[in-house]
């Protein structure tokens, strides 16, 4: 086996030390290969010496921009890194080579979708799928278009998602027994409904099915494994007539249905958009058995309001969806900036969020006025009921955001400089939530300005 062939095979086997060694003594005698030199950079950014290789992998693109390997490994790079203001100068620098790349069209949209610039983003994914229809490529167009309210597009891309991402076709809905619902009349019919991706997105959706049962279906929910605490705050949901569960990989089904559907295929399907028809009423209320659970706050004379600085995305979750990987990190906000508000006295502050670091627990513990009732809260109901006493709640982007504003509470949600495309863009209201408020960086990964539009309101 020559060194090049060790090299690959290495590689495959993702041992990146190996590999660069085998690089290195190849280099010795081809010095000019600059294939060889993106690898050592790639390698090197895997065994976490990410300024080396930047300076590897640039020296390489920027001697041979139109070696597609060399491309590959580069803008593989500038993903992972999250440096899209960089991809975007090297794809920008690739079209003088390969203008009919759809690869290329696809990475420059990708990366004008990461840094809010939405129409460009359309137009470089509309490029690249004149160029060559790609799954990927049209998912990805429908987030800039979710993005900018193109809701009818958008939604009718969005269901490439399950061909872009197979690991979130979790139900292996091709195997269904029954027909995928594609709009056809409901009335005596029976469908059964999966949750998927985030717990956010099933609480957002689930207002839906209250639309199928006024249509006259019978509507099952059933929830992914990772979805299962939210049976509860689901259950009182309009129009759903029983949840399922799935224990131990096995579930079974209530009944023979009519059709089946993933819940945020609905929108799309039934061709409804937030401003219009999705109701703004609360949709979600605390289940009858947690009433009043938390009866010894309701008598506090501060203003009571819940806060929540970090998503609480398991391991396990990400795993399975590393399209949210990057949530984990946008979706946080460092419990020590929030501590202007620590100082309104006439306020009182109930963490909703049962994920806290040892290090945030006792940050909290220094102040009076913060009633750390996390280790309270272990399911959804137990956080509604303690979200029916608070005057406000106050949240970053997740779950726990959601269920505020379904449940009517006044909401504000903290969001980062680029956000999720169902908050659209510039707005300081949403369609989904008529209780929510929106509160966003100016200026990336700044919080100092959506922190004291805080203090101001509070005060």
Not at 41 to 58: P, R, V
Not at 417 to 445: H, I, K
Request: one cysteine or more.
């Amino acid at each position: 086996m020559n060194l090049r062939q060790r090299i690959n095979q290495c590689l495959a086997n993702n041992d990146f030390s190996q590999t660069y060694s085998l690089c290195e003594q190849l280099s010795v005698l081809e010095p000019n290969d600059h294939h060889l030199r993106a690898l050592k950079g790639w390698c090197l950014y895997q065994m976490g010496d990410t300024d080396g290789a930047e300076k590897l992998l640039e020296e390489a693109f920027y001697n041979q921009p139109f070696n597609k390997d060399i491309v590959t490994l580069v803008f593989s790079f500038y993903m992972d890194t999250a440096d899209y203001r960089k991809l975007i100068k090297v794809a920008q620098r690739c079209m003088a080579f390969h203008l009919a790349d759809r690869l290329c069209w696809h990475r420059l949209g990708t990366a004008h979708f990461y840094i809010g610039e939405y129409q460009s983003a359309v137009l470089a994914f509309r490029r690249s799928l004149e160029i060559e229809h790609n799954p990927k490529a049209s998912f990805g167009l429908s987030q800039p278009l979710l993005a900018l309210g193109l809701y009818e597009e958008g939604f009718n891309r969005f269901e490439e998602r399950f061909v872009a991402n197979p690991s979130i076709n979790w139900i292996r809905a091709e195997k269904m027994h029954m027909p995928k619902w594609q709009g056809e009349p409901l009335a005596g019919k029976s469908i059964l409904i999966w949750s998927e991706q985030g717990l956010g997105d099933s609480i957002q959706f689930s207002r839906l099915l209250a639309v199928l049962s006024a249509q006259g279906a019978l509507v099952d929910l059933i929830l992914h494994p990772h979805h299962s605490d939210l049976e509860g705050v689901l259950s009182t949901v309009a129009g759903i007539n029983s949840i399922i569960l799935i224990a131990g990989n096995r579930f079974k089904l209530q009944r023979r249905y009519d059709y089946h559907c993933p819940m945020m295929s609905l929108m799309g399907i039934l061709k409804l958009t937030p401003a219009i028809e999705v109701a703004n009423e609360a949709y979600i209320s605390t289940p009858a058995s947690h009433k009043n659970k938390w009866f010894e706050y309701q008598e506090r004379p501060e203003k009571k309001i819940g806060i929540v600085w970090s998503t609480a995305l398991s391991d396990a979750f990400l795993k399975e969806h590393p399209m949210h990987a990057a949530a984990k990190v946008k979706k946080s906000i460092a419990l020590r900036q929030l501590e202007p508000l620590f100082h309104l006295s006439h306020c009182c502050f109930f963490p909703l969020q049962i994920a806290i670091s040892e290090e945030d627990r006792q940050y909290l513990s220094k102040y009076d006025n913060i009633c750390d009732v996390s280790e309270k809260l272990s399911t959804f109901s137990d956080t509604a009921a303690m979200i029916d006493e608070m005057d406000l709640v106050i949240s970053i982007d997740t779950s726990v955001a959601h269920l505020a504003g379904a449940m009517g509470k006044e909401t504000i949600n903290l969001l980062g400089y680029v956000s999720d495309w169902r908050w659209q863009q510039n707005r300081e209201d949403t369609p989904w939530y008529a209780s929510m408020s929106l509160y966003q960086q100016t200026f990336e990964g700044n919080w100092e300005q959506p922190v004291n539009k805080l203090v101001r309101l509070l005060q």
